[in-house]
Each structure stands twice: as structure tokens, then as C-alpha cells.
């Protein structure tokens, strides 16, 4: 909750107010949440349960590997009644012609009757000034995607505040989603505040990742966005979630 | 700005397995530019075996022999991650594929097996034809789905038909195999035993495996969670998974050159692993990774499954007697505990004694034994001396193996642990025999390490200076180098491109945030008429991610000669207000228009204004002499003098609330101030100055 202090003496003389933006730090605990990200190497949770959605690392695009897709997952989730999400973590744009045929495959393969895919996120750090050259990266690979599929993205704080207007709109036009992390390890990123204060210009639907365990402070207005949809938590193991380190 | 890692804290585990790898990699990149023998970084890995490397890449660097990465793969890199080195090492085929149709599940058998039939069925002398061409049909009707099981009955029913006694033992076959895939094991397991007596020899040795195949299955139907996670040993069936051991084997004992002999050997690790009996799975990959090519599988490939199903449940004393499994396990036990996940509990490093106990099994490697003694006296004991004593110099080889190169490596660093004055002809002398795959990056690291710490950093831009790799040489431009040594390189016609223009660019931010204002007047002239102006330059290269850049951002060097900071408050360009500032640096006015413009280049929170870590490369001391100029002194200095004209002072007041502004967090340098002294500036700023514009626009305070 936001604390204003008001200043009687301002408001006497001035008829103004100053008022103050620091707000309550507090531990983000997963029970509170409804959606979360289960990445490879995290023991899922019963937290789960009540998920809305969840979003399921399920392989990766790594820089150095000469654009190859590799699985993550050794078996294929069966969760029902959730907004599912096949996530592909990427470090390199630059994917082996067959990348997006077999990222499609395993879709298809997680998509079934009773237990719908809902869409695929890309987790990729756009460098802030290459905005428009991912854009139109995520056009192509959505062009591949039957339409059935949603299209969400991992997103930068820094594209908030200093990504130009056109490349943001260039995403917008592309994902049905973006989710941007507040946090850097467990640490919430230092001056994330100032990224934040930047959100409300943001021409997508956009949620915040938090961290399980982490330290989270809502800033002011949040809710007030109309393009804010709600918080991701990123899942941990219990025992680091305990130890509060 | 900066750019924020996300996913900072994933953990990476290879896809057929569901096992924590607790032990090899995560998502961090960022390259500390410092030694990190000990802790696992997985973006910091080393051409040297260490305990810090990745576990895959210590067993892979140990796999090799005298084999080494090409000299260009390695070139201009000092840190890899596992798969630029494994990727360099094994180039996997152009048509590689992790994911075709029905991989990661029993369905990845699907095509070849009724390949395999159909030629089966054709090879049968004596079947009525339209038998045979019944079998065939319905073989190819089938496309089950292990995904969604139940689903597929093809048309299995029309098989009743059949007449001859082998007609129905293919008939059998097919309807056992619809029920393998289709999850029902029972069924499954059932009928291809009442084949394995078949008259039929394909059916016989076929079923005989499919038996082992079906039981192994049915041992881990629960297994695997719903998200796909692996719920451990005690969420397998153990009667099924000894049945399918004793399947395998008893099929390898019978058909020694059968057709299923490396597809049941590679099933053997999988049983053993569901089974988690660590002892025959070590001993099997010891097997196998001294004869990768028996396998079909690449080295890479098989050193990723070691990772996933073996490392996680390794104990002491599991591993047979395989040197290279022996000292990765060795190493792995010298690392620092670390676990992003809190699961592991820290476990006390590997004894000396361990190691000793190990001279027998390690003596088919020559130098390994010695190795693991020097890389323990020096990890763990913390005992450079003994690090001398074990290993001998030996730097003057025309090239290394990976073996022999860490260890001249570790002897070197064991020299930087002493002081000894010769570490420097030491690095020197290894360098000439370095030139594989990253191995010269490495020692040029070392190299201007040491050169940054006997404060030679102007040594690593002498004209025949060895240290060649470019981030290197960056960062001590960026952090370490003074102005006479930067204005050297910018001047520099010989030099690259690049390492001149960053080298001004260095120079002016530096120049013009320590106060050396008529310097920075006359270095001005250095920037070319042509250059850019873009947000303010972020070394990627140096600072974070992948270390490597493809395209280097071009530097903007038109920042200090083109900006155009024009404001409500009326500043001049930078240039005239450095003019004035050199003649009187105290000038309020200037200063405040100095603060404009770093503000609004972009200059707050600059990540030039961080210094490395000590223990990193450039985190030494700042080659400028001088302290930092901070936008929030400089507003509390022209507040606290009571002489500033009231336009002065209330731009100051309104710029130093807004160092606090929008979140409360100062952006703007210098020694904070608490909300009760911005509290004050403020109503400072609306009581004495109500009618400037400043207080006009200012509603609140942060």
C-alpha cells in the first residue's frame, strides 16, 4: 500500500502536497500468486495447483550451440485446466533453419484435446536499441505458428524507459503478451522502480515477473495500468525458499 | 543504462533426463574477467581444468588427449560455455535435429520398427500372399501416440483373418507392439513372451528384446510427473526395471551380433540409472566414453548424459577405476558449494587422502595423479607452494594437450600465489606454445592480469605487446588506464578502430566528470566531424551477457560534440560550458549546466563510474587522478551557498528533489540525503522561490 505523507505545513501555505512514492518492501510468497514459471531443474510444487497458468521451460536456444534447439523436458507435461505456456529460452536470434519446425512439433505435441496449449513465450534480452530487429524476428517465427497458439515474450525493464516508441509498438503489434522481470538473481533489480514508473506507456498487454522468495515492492499505480494483467512468479526450490537468503 | 539479465537463476538439465544437474550449468553469463577456479560459473569456463568449469567441459578437456580446438575457434576468447567448446571439438551434422516426430519417448521407434517388420514379414518363405500383405497393411496402419495412448487401434482387428501358424505369430507381434506403444505394458510383455519360442527367427530375437523394451517402460510409467519432472528412484517400478535388466542382458548373452545389441546396451545406462545403481552406470560409461564410436552417439552427447544421470548420484567410492570420470568427480568435489536452489547441502571437499588413494587407477594418464594433488593443494588447501613442488616447470613446449596445459597453467597461477617474479617470463615463455583453441586467451589473461597489478598496464599497448585479445585490452582502457595512456591509444593511427575511438571516449568521460576541463577542450579536437551520437556507450563485449559481441556497437563519440541539451533552463552545448568551467570551475551556472547534460545524454548511474571487483581484471585502482563529479554535490553545493542567484538556487533545489524522483532512489551520485532534508528543499523551493518556474512544476518530493 502506498503511504502518503501529507505535508500540512505545504498544504497550509501552498495548497499543494508533497507525497512520498516509497512503499513497503515485502517477501514474495508463491500461495498469494496464480501463475508461475516452472523452469527446468525446479521440483514442482502443490502451489501449482492453483495455478491459472503456467509456464513451463521446455528447451533452449543457446548462444555458442550454432542456433540448435535443445529439450530441457525429459517428459511431456500433462496439466489440465491451465493456461499452459511452452517456454523457449534464446540467446541467439540467429536459429538453424529447422529451430522453428521443431519448436512447432513439440507444441503440437504438448497441444492435445483435453489438455489445450495455450501459446508459446520466447525469453529473450532484446538489446533496448535492437527493439525493431526482434520484432520483426517474432513476426516470422509467428507467421509459422497455427493461430491457435499465442505468441508471449520475456521483456526487459530497460525497453520501458529507453526503447524508442516504434521499435515497442513493432513488438505490440506481434505478442499477445509481454512478462518483464523485476529480478535479477533474488534480488529485485536495483531502481526497478524507475523502469517501472515507464510501464504505464507501454502499447502491449505486459505482466511482472517476480521471483519466489524474493523481495517485491508494488509500486504505486500498478494496478491502475490498463495494460497491467497480473504477476508471473518464477518457482524456486522449497529449501532456498526457507533458508530466505 | 543497463541491461538486466533475466533469467538469472535458471538451472539447466538436458532433456532426457527429469535429474536436477545440480553440478554443471545455469543461466549466469556474466564473465567476472577473474579467476573463478572454484566456483562454479558456468559462463566462465576455462580451457584449464578446474573445479569451477562446468563438469562437462572438464570431461570433455580430459577426453581429448593431444586433441585440441582449433586455434580460430578459441580466437579472441578467454571464457567459453560448454557448448562453443563442444561445438568446436565435435560439430554436430548439418541436419541435426533434437526433436523429429516421436523423440524423448518409446514412439521414437515408430518408423524403424515397422521398416523392420515389413522387411520381416517380406523375408518369410512359404506366407499365403495375402497374408502377407495383410500384415504389412495393417502394420501400416498403425500411428500410435505416445502422447495421447488409447487413441490408436489401427487395423489390428482385421489381423483375425490370419491362418498359417507364423501368419498369427506376426499378428501376435503387431498387437503386442500396438499395446507397447500404447502404453499397455502387461499386454505388452505377455505376448512377446509367447513369441520368444517362435519358429520365426526375426520374431524370436525381436521379441526377446521387446520384453526387456516393455518392462523398462512399464518400470517408469510413474516415474515422471505431470509437469514432466523425474520423481526419483522410488517412483519407479523396481520388479519391472530388474526384469528389464535381466531381459537385456539375457538378450546381449544370446545374440551377441544381434540386430538390437547397442540399442539394448544403451537401454542397460537408462536401467540402471531408473534403477539407481550408480556402480554398473559408472562403470558403463567408463566403458563407453573410452570408445564413443560403438555407441553412435557423439562425445558431447554422451558427456551430457553423464551430467544428467550419473553426477547427480554420484558417491564417493562409485566410480570404478576410469581415470577421466574419476578426476571430474575429483574436481567437482573441490568446488565451493554453490546451488542456486538450496537443494544441496554443502558437502566437505574431496581429502587428500581420496586422491592419493586414487595413484592406481589414475596411472594410465600420466601427469593426472600429480594434477589433481596440485589443483587440491591449491583449491581446497590453499597451498601454492606444494602446487610448485608437484608440478614442475615445463612452458617451453611447442603445444599443449589440455592435460599438460593446465598444468603449466595451475603452476603459473601457483607463481602469482607466491609473488614469484618470474610469473611474468613464466605467462611469457607458455604463451608460445598456446596457440590452440582458447588456451592463448587464457594466458594473455594471466599475462595482463599481472601487468595490471605491477602497475604496467601501458606494457599490454606497447607496440610489440603480446596481450592481442581485444576485451581484454578494453577493459583496462575502460578502467584502469590514465589520461596520458588513453590519449596515446586515441592518438594511436595503428590501432583498430574501435580500441581508438573507445580509448577517446574514455578519455572525455573521464576528463569531464574528474574536472580536467581545458584537457578536455583539447582532446575535443580529436573527435572526427563525422561521429555518432547515439544513447551512451555500453560495452557489451566487456561488461555482461555472452561476452562476445557479433557487431560491436559503434562508439558515440559525436555524445560530447553534437548533444543538444537544450532545456527550459537555457544551457549552452557542452563545449562552451566546459570553456567557462575551465576558466572558472566553480562557475554555478556551468555546473548546473554540466549536471543537463550528463542528465540528459544519459550519464546517470553510468557503469563506467563502477569499478571492477579487485579480484577482477581492471578492478585495480582508476587511472584518473581526481574524484568524480556527482550531479547531487553539485546541487548541494550551490543550495548551500548563500550567494547563488535565486534563478541558480532554485534549479539547483529542483534538480537535487529530482535526483530522487520518480521512486526515491537517487540517480544522481554522491553521498545520499535523507527524505527529511528533501522534505525541506522542497518546501525551501515553494516558500522563497513561489513564483520561478521550478517551484511551479514541481508537485511533489521523493
Given at each position: 500500500m502506498a503511504r502518503l505523507l501529507f505535508l500540512s505545513f505545504a498544504l497550509l501555505f501552498l495548497g499543494g502536497c508533497g507525497r512520498s512514492a516509497i512503499q513497503e518492501t515485502q517477501t514474495v510468497v508463491a500461495e498469494d500468486y496464480d501463475s508461475f514459471w516452472l523452469w527446468a531443474g525446479v521440483k514442482p510444487q502443490p502451489?501449482?495447483?492453483?495455478?491459472?497458468?503456467?509456464?513451463?521451460?521446455?528447451?533452449?536456444?543457446?548462444?555458442?550451440?550454432?542456433?540448435?534447439?535443445?529439450?530441457?523436458?525429459?517428459?511431456?507435461?500433462?496439466?489440465?485446466?491451465?493456461?499452459?505456456?511452452?517456454?523457449?529460452?534464446?540467446?541467439?536470434?540467429?536459429?538453424?533453419?529447422?529451430?522453428?519446425?521443431?519448436?512447432?512439433?513439440?507444441?503440437?505435441?504438448?497441444?492435445?484435446?483435453?489438455?489445450?496449449?495455450?501459446?508459446?513465450?520466447?525469453?529473450?534480452?532484446?538489446?533496448?536499441?535492437?527493439?525493431?530487429?526482434?520484432?520483426?524476428?517474432?513476426?516470422?517465427?509467428?507467421?509459422?505458428?497455427?493461430?491457435?497458439?499465442?505468441?508471449?515474450?520475456?521483456?526487459?525493464?530497460?525497453?520501458?524507459?529507453?526503447?524508442?516508441?516504434?521499435?515497442?509498438?513493432?513488438?505490440?503489434?506481434?505478442?499477445?503478451?509481454?512478462?518483464?522481470?523485476?529480478?535479477?538473481?533474488?534480488?529485485?533489480?536495483?531502481?526497478?522502480?524507475?523502469?517501472?514508473?515507464?510501464?504505464?506507456?507501454?502499447?502491449?498487454?505486459?505482466?511482472?515477473?517476480?521471483?519466489?522468495?524474493g523481495q517485491w515492492q508494488e509500486p504505486d499505480h500498478l494496478d491502475d495500468m490498463p495494460n497491467f494483467r497480473g504477476y508471473v512468479v518464477f518457482l524456486v526450490n522449497p529449501s532456498r525458499v526457507r533458508a530466505g537468503d | 543504462m543497463r541491461f538486466i539479465r533475466i533469467f538469472s537463476i535458471g538451472l539447466m538439465i538436458w532433456a532426457t533426463t527429469g535429474v536436477p544437474a545440480q553440478a554443471s550449468s545455469d543461466y549466469f553469463h556474466q564473465r567476472t574477467w577473474a579467476w573463478n577456479g572454484r566456483e562454479l560459473s558456468p559462463g566462465n569456463n576455462l580451457a584449464m581444468l578446474q573445479p569451477g568449469n562446468d563438469t562437462r567441459v572438464n570431461l570433455l578437456l580430459l577426453l581429448q588427449g593431444d586433441r585440441r580446438a582449433s586455434a580460430t575457434d578459441g580466437k579472441g576468447k578467454v571464457f567459453f560455455e560448454w557448448p562453443e567448446l563442444s561445438n568446436s571439438l565435435y560439430p554436430a551434422p548439418a541436419d541435426f535435429e533434437s526433436n523429429s516426430r516421436y523423440s524423448h519417448s518409446r514412439c521414437q521407434t515408430v518408423d524403424t520398427g515397422r521398416d523392420a517388420f515389413?522387411?520381416?514379414?517380406?523375408?518369410?518363405?512359404?506366407?499365403?500372399?495375402?497374408?502377407?500383405?495383410?500384415?504389412?497393411?495393417?502394420?501400416?496402419?498403425?500411428?500410435?501416440?505416445?502422447?495421447?495412448?488409447?487413441?490408436?487401434?489401427?487395423?489390428?482387428?482385421?489381423?483375425?483373418?490370419?491362418?498359417?501358424?507364423?501368419?498369427?505369430?506376426?499378428?501376435?507381434?503387431?498387437?503386442?507392439?500396438?499395446?507397447?506403444?500404447?502404453?499397455?505394458?502387461?499386454?505388452?510383455?505377455?505376448?512377446?513372451?509367447?513369441?520368444?519360442?517362435?519358429?520365426?527367427?526375426?520374431?524370436?530375437?525381436?521379441?526377446?528384446?521387446?520384453?526387456?523394451?516393455?518392462?523398462?517402460?512399464?518400470?517408469?510409467?510413474?516415474?515422471?510427473?505431470?509437469?514432466?519432472?523425474?520423481?526419483?528412484?522410488?517412483?519407479?517400478?523396481?520388479?519391472?526395471?530388474?526384469?528389464?535388466?535381466?531381459?537385456?542382458?539375457?538378450?546381449?548373452?544370446?545374440?551377441?551380433?544381434?540386430?538390437?545389441?547397442?540399442?539394448a546396451k544403451g537401454l542397460l545406462r537408462r536401467v540402471y540409472w531408473l534403477a539407481g545403481d550408480t556402480e554398473k552406470l559408472s562403470a558403463e560409461y567408463g566403458d563407453v566414453l573410452s570408445g564413443p564410436g560403438a555407441t553412435g552417439l557423439l562425445l558431447p552427447v554422451l558427456i551430457q548424459e553423464v551430467d544428467d544421470k550419473l553426477l547427480p548420484n554420484l558417491a564417493p567410492g562409485s566410480i570404478a577405476n576410469d581415470p577421466e570420470l574419476l578426476a571430474m568427480a575429483a574436481l567437482y568435489r573441490m568446488r565451493k558449494p554453490y546451488d542456486p536452489y538450496g537443494e544441496e547441502k554443502p558437502k566437505p571437499a574431496i581429502g587428500r587422502s581420496e586422491i592419493e588413494a586414487m595413484r592406481d587407477s589414475l596411472s594410465g594418464r600420466p601427469g593426472l595423479f600429480e594434477y589433481l594433488l596440485a589443483a587440491h593443494a591449491f583449491y581446497v588447501a590453499n597451498d601454492p607452494k606444494m602446487v610448485l613442488a608437484t608440478i614442475r616447470d615445463d612452458a617451453r613446449r611447442p603445444n599443449y594437450g589440455y592435460l599438460d596445459f593446465s598444468r603449466q597453467m595451475l603452476r603459473g597461477r601457483?607463481?602469482?600465489?607466491?609473488?614469484?617474479?618470474?610469473?611474468?617470463?613464466?605467462?611469457?615463455?607458455?604463451?608460445?606454445?598456446?596457440?590452440?583453441?582458447?588456451?592463448?586467451?587464457?594466458?594473455?589473461?594471466?599475462?595482463?592480469?599481472n601487468l595490471e597489478r605491477s602497475d604496467s598496464v601501458a606494457d599490454v599497448f606497447a607496440a610489440d605487446s603480446v596481450v592481442q585479445t581485444p576485451v581484454l585490452r578494453e577493459i583496462l582502457l575502460q578502467y584502469s588506464a590514465g589520461p596520458a595512456l588513453l590519449r596515446r591509444q586515441a592518438k594511436d593511427a595503428k590501432a583498430v578502430k574501435r580500441e581508438r575511438d573507445l580509448a577517446?571516449?574514455?578519455?572525455?568521460?573521464?576528463?569531464?566528470?574528474?574536472?580536467?576541463?581545458?584537457?578536455?577542450?583539447?582532446?575535443?579536437?580529436?573527435?572526427?566531424?563525422?561521429?555518432?551520437?547515439?544513447?551512451?556507450?555500453?560495452?557489451?563485449?566487456?561488461?555482461?551477457?555472452?561476452?562476445?559481441?557479433?557487431?560491436?556497437?559503434?562508439?558515440?563519440?559525436?555524445?560530447?560534440?553534437?548533444?543538444?541539451?537544450?532545456?527550459?533552463?537555457?544551457?549552452?552545448?557542452?563545449?562552451?560550458?566546459?570553456?567557462?568551467?575551465?576558466?572558472?570551475?566553480?562557475?554555478?551556472?556551468?555546473?548546473?549546466?554540466?549536471?543537463?547534460?550528463?542528465?540528459?545524454?544519459?550519464?546517470?548511474?553510468?557503469?563506467?563510474?563502477?569499478?571492477?571487483?579487485?579480484?577482477?581484471?581492471?578492478?585495480?585502482?582508476?587511472?584518473?587522478?581526481?574524484?568524480?563529479?556527482?550531479?547531487?554535490?553539485?546541487?548541494?553545493?550551490?543550495?548551500?551557498?548563500?550567494?547563488?542567484?535565486?534563478?541558480?538556487?532554485?534549479?539547483?533545489?529542483?534538480?537535487?528533489?529530482?535526483?530522487?524522483?520518480?521512486?526515491?532512489?537517487?540517480?544522481?551520485?554522491?553521498?545520499?540525503?535523507?527524505?527529511?532534508?528533501?522534505?525541506?528543499?522542497?518546501?525551501?523551493?515553494?516558500?522563497?522561490?513561489?513564483?520561478?518556474?521550478?517551484?511551479?512544476?514541481?508537485?511533489?518530493?521523493?
Open positions: 502451489v501449482l495447483d492453483q495455478a491459472r497458468s503456467i509456464y513451463i521451460l521446455a528447451g533452449e536456444v543457446r548462444a555458442g550451440d550454432a542456433g540448435r534447439f535443445r529439450q530441457l523436458r525429459p517428459a511431456t507435461p500433462d496439466v489440465a485446466a491451465v493456461d499452459l505456456w511452452l517456454v523457449v529460452r534464446v540467446e541467439t536470434l540467429e536459429w538453424s533453419p529447422a529451430v522453428a519446425d521443431e519448436i512447432l512439433r513439440l507444441a503440437e505435441k504438448w497441444d492435445r484435446r483435453d489438455r489445450p496449449l495455450t501459446g508459446i513465450q520466447i525469453d529473450f534480452d532484446a538489446r533496448t536499441d535492437g527493439l525493431e530487429g526482434y520484432a520483426s524476428f517474432l513476426r516470422s517465427f509467428r507467421q509459422s505458428l497455427p493461430d491457435r497458439f499465442k505468441l508471449s515474450i520475456t521483456g526487459l525493464l530497460d525497453w520501458s524507459a529507453n526503447g524508442d516508441p516504434s521499435g515497442l509498438s513493432a513488438l505490440a503489434d506481434v505478442v499477445d503478451e509481454a512478462v518483464f522481470q523485476t529480478y535479477q538473481g533474488r534480488a529485485t533489480i536495483p531502481g526497478y522502480e524507475r523502469w517501472l514508473a515507464r510501464l504505464r506507456d507501454l502499447p502491449m498487454p505486459f505482466r511482472l515477473g517476480l521471483v519466489q522468495g | 515389413v522387411q520381416a514379414v517380406r523375408a518369410v518363405k512359404n506366407m499365403p500372399e495375402m497374408e502377407r500383405d495383410l500384415l504389412i497393411a495393417v502394420r501400416r496402419s498403425l500411428s500410435p501416440d505416445c502422447e495421447e495412448p488409447t487413441a490408436s487401434v489401427g487395423g489390428v482387428t482385421r489381423l483375425a483373418a490370419l491362418q498359417s501358424q507364423t501368419g498369427r505369430d506376426f499378428g501376435v507381434y503387431l498387437t503386442s507392439a500396438l499395446a507397447f506403444y500404447n502404453g499397455d505394458f502387461d499386454t505388452a510383455t505377455k505376448g512377446f513372451s509367447s513369441l520368444v519360442q517362435a519358429k520365426n527367427d526375426w520374431l524370436k530375437e525381436t521379441s526377446l528384446y521387446m520384453i526387456a523394451r516393455s518392462e523398462l517402460n512399464r518400470s517408469q510409467v510413474r516415474a515422471f510427473d505431470d509437469y514432466g519432472y523425474f520423481d526419483g528412484t522410488s517412483a519407479v517400478d523396481q520388479g519391472a526395471i530388474r526384469n528389464a535388466e535381466r531381459g537385456f542382458n539375457l538378450y546381449r548373452k544370446i545374440y551377441p551380433k544381434g540386430s538390437y545389441q547397442q540399442s601457483a607463481l602469482e600465489a607466491v609473488g614469484d617474479r618470474n610469473a611474468r617470463g613464466f605467462w611469457l615463455q607458455l604463451l608460445a606454445g598456446s596457440e590452440s583453441g582458447y588456451q592463448r586467451g587464457l594466458v594473455e589473461f594471466a599475462l595482463a592480469r577517446l571516449y574514455v578519455l572525455l568521460y573521464r576528463e569531464l566528470t574528474h574536472r580536467d576541463y581545458s584537457a578536455f577542450l583539447d582532446d575535443l579536437k580529436l573527435v572526427p566531424a563525422d561521429a555518432n551520437v547515439l544513447e551512451p556507450f555500453y560495452n557489451l563485449s566487456t561488461e555482461n551477457n555472452y561476452g562476445y559481441e557479433v557487431e560491436p556497437a559503434p562508439v558515440p563519440l559525436g555524445l560530447f560534440t553534437k548533444f543538444d541539451e537544450s532545456s527550459a533552463f537555457g544551457c549552452p552545448r557542452l563545449k562552451q560550458t566546459v570553456q567557462t568551467l575551465a576558466s572558472s570551475p566553480n562557475d554555478p551556472r556551468a555546473q548546473l549546466c554540466l549536471g543537463d547534460y550528463l542528465r540528459m545524454a544519459g550519464f546517470d548511474d553510468y557503469w563506467l563510474d563502477e569499478q571492477p571487483k579487485t579480484e577482477s581484471l581492471g578492478g585495480q585502482k582508476q587511472g584518473f587522478p581526481g574524484s568524480q563529479f556527482s550531479r547531487l554535490e553539485a546541487y548541494k553545493r550551490i543550495i548551500a551557498d548563500r550567494r547563488s542567484s535565486p534563478e541558480n538556487r532554485a534549479y539547483a533545489l529542483y534538480r537535487a528533489i529530482w535526483c530522487y524522483g520518480p521512486a526515491g532512489k537517487n540517480s544522481c551520485g554522491g553521498e545520499e540525503v535523507g527524505q527529511g532534508q528533501r522534505a525541506a528543499w522542497f518546501r525551501e523551493l515553494k516558500i522563497r522561490y513561489p513564483s520561478s518556474q521550478w517551484a511551479q512544476k514541481l508537485k511533489f518530493y521523493w
